[in-house]
C-alpha cells in the first residue's frame, strides 16, 4: 500500500461525506458510493492489519505521512473530527460492509442542520463500532470548565486526625454489634420478568407521562407566562408524537383538555390556551405532520382513526380535504377518509365544499364519504355535479341522488338520461327508479316509446325495463303484457329484441297477468327470447308455491 | 466474520453453560434435561471450534469470549450473574474448548466445575479433575496487581472529578443563564458509562467520596454513576445508560432556583422555607425544558427532575392530581438520590449516615418510597458493606470498605487504617476472600462503625 492510495481513499471519504446526504440510503447512488469506497478500503487493508489516521486541526496523518490538508475551517475534513476532540481512527482488517456504511451514515450527518445534541464522536460511540477504533482527548470537552487538578482533590481528601481514628478503634471493642443491616436478596425470574415488562412499555409511554405532566406543572406555574410555556410545550409535545404516529397520544391528551375545561380545573387565561392547542390540532400544520405518517407508510387501526377522530372540528376539514388530494397510497387515504366520514358529518356544510375541488378523484371522494355519512341534505349538494365534466363524478353523484331518492334533481337527472357516456345513462335509469315519482316513470316509459330506443346498447335497454320493472302497477303492467304479445310482420327482429326485455321485465315483477304469454313464448324460436322467458315462466311458478 | 458471529452467539454460548452448570446442579449428570443442556452447549461451540479455540474469561464482573466483551439481555441476568459468582467462588478465570472437543468432555467439566463447591482448593481442584481431558484448559482467575490497580484508579479518579468539574461549570452556566452543550453533558456522561463498564467497582466506590462544600455537585455525579450502575445491571445499552447518565446528572438542577439563604440554612426549615424546598422538583423541570430543544431525553429529564420525590407510593412531593406510572428512570434515580444524600454531609444533616445504615433504611422504605425490585438491584451492586464503611475485623484491626465484591458481598477488599496492634496506617488492601492454607477465610467483618461519628475523612483514604 503506498501514501497514494491513502490518499485517494481519503479523497473519497471527503466526497462521500457529501454524497451521501443527498441521497435517501435506499437510493442506488448512495448504495453505490458505499460499496464504492467500501471496496477501496478493503483493498487498503489487504496487505495490512490496519490502517491508521491521526488527525491534526487541518491535516491528517498516517505513519508520519501528511496524507491530507485543508485549512478552510468550514470545510476541513479533518477538523470536522478534530473539533469534537477525534485523534485518532483506526479501521482494522475484517471490517464488515454493514459498519462501515454505518460509520460512513455517521460522518455524513449535518451536523450544522440538524438540532443534534450528538457529535461524531457520540455516534461512533453509541454505534459501539468492533472495527473502527477511535481515540479522543477527552480534556476538548473540559475547555470551560477546566479540567479537575489535584489542588482540588487534595481539598476534598482533608485529613483524619490520628485521635479520632484511634477513639473509633477503642469504641470498637467495647459497642454493642451493629444493627444487622440488609442481606443482599437475590433477584428472582418474577423480579426480572417485572423489569422487562416495565422496560418493554416505557418507550409507548413516555409521551403520555409527560403530557400528564405538563399539566401537574400547569397547576403550579407562577405566571401566565410560565403558563404560556408550559402550553407551548404541550404543543410541541403533540407535534413531536404526532411525527412518531402516536395518534393514541395526541387522542388522549385532547381527552384530559376536555376534563380539563369541564371541570374548569385551570383559570380563565390557561383554559384559553388549552383552546389555543385544540385549534392547533386542527390546523394544516399539525394535519401536515400527520399526513406526513401516512406518506411514509403508517397503517393506523380503523379503531385509533376512530378515537383521533375526536380532536378534530371543521376547521380540519379543509386541511384533511388537501391531504386527501395528495395521498398515494389507498390504505392512507383510507384512514382520511374514515376521519371525514366521522368529522363530517357533523359538519356536512365544511365538507361539501370540497365538492368544488378540481381534482375529479378528490370530488368523487368527497361523494363516496357523503354517502357514507347518510344524510338526506347530502343530495342537495351533490345534485349539480351531474353536470361535472368528469364521467366518473357524475355518475357517482347520479348514484348518490338514486340512493337518496332525490327527486328535486328530475330536471337535471332528464339531462342525464341523453350523457354521452353509457354509464351515466344506465346510472340516471337506476337513479329515477329509486325515486320512484309518477314523473320519474313518464320520463322511463318515454324513452322506451322512443324511436331512438332500439339504438341503445341490450344493457341500457335492459336498465330501462328494470327500472320500469319497479312500478308495479296496472299502466307498466299493460305496457308490458301489450308488448308481450304485440305481433308484427315488420321490423321483426326488432319486436323479438322488445319482447325479450319485457319477458325480463315480466319476471322481475312476478307479473301473473302474464303467465300465459309467457308460457308461449317459451317455445318461441329466437333462443334469447325462449330463455328470457322461461326464467320469468320459472320465477312466476315459484310464487305461486 | 466468524468472530462477528462468534460475540453475536456470546450472550447464548454464556447462557448455555450457565444453564447447563445449574440443571446438573438439581439433576445427575446423567439424567436427560442435563444431557439437553450439554447437547445445546456443544452445538452452539462447535460452530466455533472448527476456526480454533474458543477462549472463555471472567474479567470484573463481565464475561470475554476470544477477547471480545459480552453483552447480555436482561433475560439472562440470572444465569450471568450465577456463572460471575460461581466462577469467582472458585477462583476460576478461563476456560479454553479446543476443537477437539467432545460432549463427554463437556460432561466432566460439569462434574469437576460442581465438585469443586466442597472443596477448599476449588481451583485446584477442578485443574486436577480435567488433567485427562485434552480438550479444555482452565486458568486460575487473576488477581489485579497493585500497580496496575493503581494505574486503573487514577483514571477512574480522572474520570470522577473531570465529571464534578463539568458539572460545576454547567450549574455556573445554567445559573447565570449562559448556553450550555448537551453534547459535551453527554461526552461526560459517555465517559462515566465506559469507566463504569470497564471498572464498576472502582467508580461505584468514588461515590463515596462526599465534599461539603461542594455538595451539590458531587451529588449530582453521585447519583448519575449510581443510576447508571442500576441501570447497567438491568441491561440498558450503552445509548440508554447515557440518557439515564445525562438525567440523573440534571435531576436536582431546580436546586439552584432555591435562594441561597435557604439552601445553605443550617438550622432547620421554617414549613414556608419547606414550602420554597418542595418547589424543586417543578423548577427543576421548567429550567430542563429551557434548557434544550424537547425530545425523548429531555422529557425523561423532565420527569425525573419532577418526579425523584414524589416516591414510589406518591407520599412524597410533589402532590400531584393524577398518579400516572412514575417514569422508569424516575425510580432508579429516585434510590440513588435518597442513597447518597443520606451518606453525605449536607447543610440541613451534618453528619452522615454511614453506608450500611442508610442501606437499612432504604430497604425500611423499599415498597413504600422505592420501588422494591429496584432497590433489590441496588443492593446487588452495593453490597452489604457499600464503601466507605467502617469496619471491625476479627483479626483486631480496623479498615475502611474499599472495593465491593458482588459475587460474595459479605467479603469485600478492605483498607486497614489501624493494626491489629492499634497502630494507625495506610493499608494494606486486603481482599476478605483470601484464606490460609487450611482453607479457613483469615479475615471477617465482625462489627461495623458510623465513620462520620469519628470523622474519618473518606477521601483521604479512598482517592
Same mark, same amino acid.
Given at each position: ?23 435517501? @440510503? ?61 485523534? @485518532? ?57 477546566? *479540567? ?28 454493642? *454489634? ?16 417485572? #423489569? ?91 394535519? @401536515? ?77 368527497? #361523494? ?42 328530475? *330536471? ?8 354521452? @357516456? ?33 339504438? !341503445? ?80 315462466? !320459472? ?7 | ?88 467462588? /472458585? ?198 425544558? /429551557? ?8 422529557? /425523561? ?29 424516575? /425510580? ?132
Amino acid at each position: 500500500m503506498n501514501s497514494a492510495d491513502l490518499k485517494e481513499f481519503i479523497n473519497h471519504l471527503v466526497k462521500a461525506k457529501k454524497t451521501l446526504r443527498l441521497y435517501p @440510503e435506499t437510493n442506488p447512488i448512495y448504495e453505490k458510493t458505499v460499496g464504492e469506497i467500501y471496496e477501496r478500503l478493503l483493498n487498503l487493508l489487504e496487505d495490512r492489519d490496519e490502517i491508521v489516521l491521526k488527525f491534526r486541526q487541518f491535516e491528517i496523518y498516517s505513519d508520519g505521512e501528511l496524507l491530507y490538508q485543508n485549512e478552510d475551517k468550514h470545510e476541513s475534513f479533518a477538523m470536522f473530527f478534530f473539533k469534537d476532540g477525534l485523534r @485518532e481512527l483506526k479501521f482494522l482488517k475484517g471490517i464488515p460492509k454493514e459498519e462501515f456504511a454505518d460509520f460512513l451514515k455517521i460522518i455524513s450527518t449535518d451536523f450544522e442542520r440538524e438540532v443534534l445534541d450528538d457529535d461524531v464522536v457520540t455516534l461512533m460511540w453509541e454505534r459501539d463500532f468492533q472495527h473502527i477504533h477511535y481515540v479522543v482527548d477527552e480534556n476538548l470537552f473540559l475547555e470551560d470548565e477546566g *479540567p479537575y487538578d489535584e489542588e482540588e482533590i487534595e481539598r476534598v481528601k482533608g485529613v483524619t486526625t490520628e485521635e479520632s481514628i484511634l477513639e473509633a478503634y477503642r469504641d470498637a471493642f467495647e459497642a454493642r *454489634p451493629t444493627k444487622e443491616g440488609p442481606t443482599i436478596v437475590s433477584l428472582t425470574n418474577e423480579d426480572v420478568k417485572a #423489569i422487562v415488562e416495565e422496560l418493554e412499555k416505557e418507550p409507548e409511554e413516555v409521551y403520555i407521562k409527560f403530557v400528564y405532566l405538563l399539566f401537574e406543572m400547569l397547576h403550579m406555574a407562577d405566571s401566565t407566562k410560565e403558563a404560556g410555556f408550559i402550553v407551548e410545550h404541550l404543543k410541541k409535545t403533540l407535534d413531536i408524537a404526532m411525527d412518531r404516529s402516536r395518534i393514541d397520544v395526541v387522542a388522549g391528551t385532547y381527552t384530559r383538555m376536555v376534563e380539563a375545561s369541564k371541570t374548569k380545573e385551570f383559570p380563565k387565561e390557561i383554559m384559553a390556551m388549552l383552546v389555543g392547542v385544540v385549534s392547533h390540532l386542527n390546523s394544516k400544520e399539525f394535519i @401536515e405532520i400527520f399526513g406526513h405518517t401516512l406518506e411514509e407508510g403508517v397503517v393506523y387501526e380503523e379503531k385509533e382513526i376512530e378515537g383521533f377522530s375526536k380532536i378534530f372540528d371543521k376547521r380540519a376539514i379543509g386541511p384533511l380535504v388537501d391531504l386527501l388530494g395528495r395521498l398515494e397510497s389507498m390504505a392512507a387515504r383510507k384512514a382520511v377518509i374514515k376521519l371525514l366520514t366521522i368529522v363530517g358529518r357533523k359538519n356536512i356544510e365544511a365538507l361539501v365544499k370540497g365538492l368544488n375541488d378540481p381534482r375529479w378523484y378528490l370530488v368523487r371522494n368527497i #361523494i363516496n364519504i357523503l354517502r357514507e355519512i347518510g344524510d338526506k341534505r347530502v343530495a342537495q349538494y351533490v345534485a349539480p355535479l351531474v353536470r361535472h365534466n368528469d364521467r366518473r363524478v357524475r355518475r357517482i353523484a347520479i348514484e348518490t341522488i338514486g340512493e337518496f331518492a332525490y327527486s328535486n334533481a328530475l *330536471p337535471m337527472l332528464k339531462e342525464t338520461l341523453y350523457d354521452e @357516456e353509457e354509464s351515466v345513462r344506465i346510472a340516471t335509469v337506476s337513479a329515477l327508479a329509486r325515486i320512484h315519482t309518477p314523473a320519474a316513470k313518464t320520463l322511463i316509459l318515454n324513452e322506451i316509446k322512443d324511436k331512438g330506443f332500439y339504438k !341503445k346498447s341490450m344493457e341500457e335497454r335492459r336498465e330501462f325495463f328494470k327500472a320500469l320493472a319497479s312500478w308495479k302497477d296496472s299502466e307498466v303492467k299493460e305496457f308490458i303484457i301489450g308488448i308481450l304479445k304485440r305481433r308484427a310482420f315488420f321490423g321483426r327482429s326488432k319486436l323479438v329484441q322488445m319482447k325479450t326485455l319485457a319477458a325480463y321485465a315480466a319476471g322481475l315483477m312476478v307479473l301473473k297477468e302474464a303467465e300465459d304469454v309467457l308460457k308461449k313464448l317459451t317455445r318461441a324460436k329466437e333462443y334469447q327470447l325462449r330463455e328470457e322467458a322461461l326464467e320469468a315462466y !320459472k320465477r312466476l311458478r315459484y310464487a305461486r308455491r | 466474520m466468524q468472530e462477528d458471529k462468534l460475540l453475536a452467539e456470546g450472550k447464548n454460548i454464556v447462557n448455555s453453560l450457565a444453564v447447563m452448570l445449574r440443571t446438573a446442579l438439581i439433576h445427575s449428570i446423567e439424567n436427560v434435561a442435563v444431557k439437553q443442556t450439554i447437547d445445546r452447549l456443544y452445538a452452539l461451540l462447535s460452530q466455533f471450534l472448527r476456526d480454533g479455540a474458543v477462549r472463555f474469561e471472567l474479567k470484573g464482573e463481565f464475561f470475554y469470549i476470544n477477547d471480545e466483551r459480552i453483552k447480555y439481555p436482561l433475560e439472562y441476568l440470572l444465569n450471568f450473574d450465577y456463572l460471575v459468582k460461581e466462577f469467582k467462588r /472458585k477462583e476460576l478465570g478461563t476456560v479454553v474448548f479446543y476443537p477437539s472437543l467432545r460432549k463427554d468432555d463437556l460432561k466432566s467439566f460439569t462434574k469437576a466445575f460442581l465438585a469443586a463447591s466442597y472443596t477448599d482448593t476449588p481451583f485446584e481442584a477442578i485443574e486436577a479433575s480435567l488433567e485427562q481431558v485434552e480438550s479444555i484448559d482452565v486458568h486460575r482467575l487473576k488477581k489485579i496487581k497493585e500497580d496496575k490497580e493503581m494505574d486503573k484508579r487514577r483514571l477512574v479518579k480522572k474520570t470522577y472529578f473531570n465529571a464534578v468539574s463539568f458539572t460545576k461549570g454547567i450549574m455556573t452556566k445554567i445559573r447565570t443563564g449562559e448556553k450550555v452543550s448537551i453534547k459535551k453533558a453527554k461526552r461526560v456522561v459517555e465517559s462515566m458509562v465506559d469507566t463504569l463498564l470497564e471498572e464498576e467497582a472502582l467508580l461505584i466506590g468514588m461515590t463515596a467520596i462526599k465534599d461539603y462544600d461542594d455538595y451539590t455537585y458531587h451529588h449530582s455525579v453521585n447519583v448519575s454513576i449510581l443510576s447508571i450502575a442500576i441501570g447497567e445491571k438491568i441491561g440498558l445499552s450503552r445509548r440508554d445508560l447515557t440518557e439515564l447518565g445525562l438525567v440523573a446528572l440534571f435531576h436536582d438542577i431546580g436546586k439552584m432556583e432555591i435562594p441561597k439563604e435557604v439552601l445553605n440554612k443550617p438550622t432547620p426549615f421554617t414549613e414556608e422555607e419547606w414550602q420554597i424546598i418542595r418547589r424543586h422538583p417543578y423548577w427543576g423541570a421548567l429550567t430542563i425544558l /429551557k434548557l434544550k430543544g424537547l425530545d425523548e431525553t429531555s422529557m /425523561k429529564a423532565a420527569m425525573v427532575a419532577f418526579e425523584h420525590h414524589i416516591h414510589y407510593d406518591y407520599s412524597g412531593y410533589p402532590k400531584v392530581r393524577t398518579r400516572t406510572p412514575l417514569d422508569f428512570y424516575s /425510580k432508579i434515580v429516585t434510590i440513588a438520590d435518597q442513597y447518597d444524600a443520606m451518606t453525605s454531609s449536607r447543610v440541613y444533616q451534618r453528619v452522615p449516615l454511614p453506608p450500611d445504615r442508610a442501606l437499612s433504611i432504604l430497604m425500611e422504605r423499599a415498597g413504600k418510597q422505592v420501588d422494591p425490585v429496584l432497590f433489590k438491584f441496588f443492593v446487588n451492586i452495593v453490597g452489604v458493606y457499600p464503601v466507605g464503611s467502617l469496619v471491625l475485623l476479627d483479626t483486631r484491626e480496623l479498615a475502611l470498605v474499599y472495593e465491593c465484591n458482588m459475587a460474595m458481598p459479605e467479603r469485600p477488599r478492605v483498607l486497614i487504617i489501624v493494626n491489629s496492634q492499634g497502630q494507625r496506617v495506610k493499608g494494606p488492601i486486603v481482599d476478605l476472600t483470601e484464606k490460609d492454607p487450611s482453607g479457613r477465610f483469615i479475615r471477617t467483618i465482625v462489627k461495623t462503625l458510623d465513620p462520620n461519628k469519628y470523622r474519618v475523612n473518606l477521601a483521604e483514604y479512598l482517592l
